[in-house]
């Protein structure tokens, strides 16, 4: 049975540190619309470019180009066997279309990362990023400024800047937010309570995924239940 895992919370909950560490220890991809964006933006492509404008104001990627985006990664392989997804879906809309590309697939589990905002503010005021490779530090770091993944220079975000921060609560809080509405229903839906240390976060969101597994919300037939 296929692992099929959203990654849901506001900006600085931990989603990405938290979906490549359980996406590694299952051996499934993770796959961030954020990586994909940047790494788009590095190549100098039409769309790397027209998304690098609308993510330095902290605004979302159009619900067209990000369903494309992951229409085009869920036909793959590696996905056989499950996927994490981070950063898509962030509005109801893209939730919608992926029920749609999990049809016939195992159902999805739906994780909600739950910060309270002062703890957010904080994270993201001081949150770093890889210049070369892009990876979140995650303070695993060996030598102070320097990603462990690759050995290059880690930087702030460009969209970690106070303004920019307070655009990306106002529209997580208008446009993201409802997705946990949306969700919460489902039996393949928890929250996770995000504001603890990164080993029991990772606990808590292996025992989630366990408990969903061992329940009546995984039978398979889609994404919508």
């Known amino acids: 049975m296929a692992t099929n895992v959203i990654m849901l ?12 560490r359980f996406a590694m220890g299952h051996r499934i991809p993770r796959i961030s619309t954020g990586d994909i964006l940047r790494d788009e933006i590095h190549s100098g492509s039409t769309l790397g470019t027209a998304a690098k404008v609308v993510m ?16 085009d990664r869920l036909t793959r392989q590696d996905v056989l066997n499950g996927f994490v997804l981070d950063g898509f879906p962030r509005t109801v809309g893209q939730a ?21 905002e002062a703890e957010l503010v904080r994270r993201l005021g001081s949150r770093m990023i890889c210049a070369s490779c892009g990876h979140n530090a995650d303070g695993r770091e060996d030598k102070p400024g ?15 800047n106070a303004a920019v921060v307070l655009e990306r609560f106002k529209i997580y809080q208008t446009a993201t937010k409802p997705l946990v509405d949306f969700y919460r229903a489902r039996p393949t839906f928890r929250s996770i ?12 969101l292996a025992a989630a995924v366990e408990d969903i597994a061992n329940g009546a919300g995984m039978a398979s037939g889609g994404g919508k239940r």
């Open 193 to 204: 309570n995000g504001a603890q240390s990164l080993d029991l976060v990772a606990g808590d």
């Open 9 to 20: 919370g506001p900006p600085g909950a931990g989603k990405g540190t938290q979906g490549e």
């Open 96 to 116: 919608k279309a992926l029920d749609g590309l999990m049809n016939g697939r195992d159902p999805l589990i739906v994780l909600d990362i739950v910060v309270p």
């Open 146 to 160: 320097v990603c462990h993944f690759c050995g290059g220079p880690l930087m702030q975000r460009a969209d970690d």
């Open 56 to 71: 330095d104001r902290g605004e979302l990627v159009s619900d067209e180009v990000m369903i494309g985006i992951v229409t």
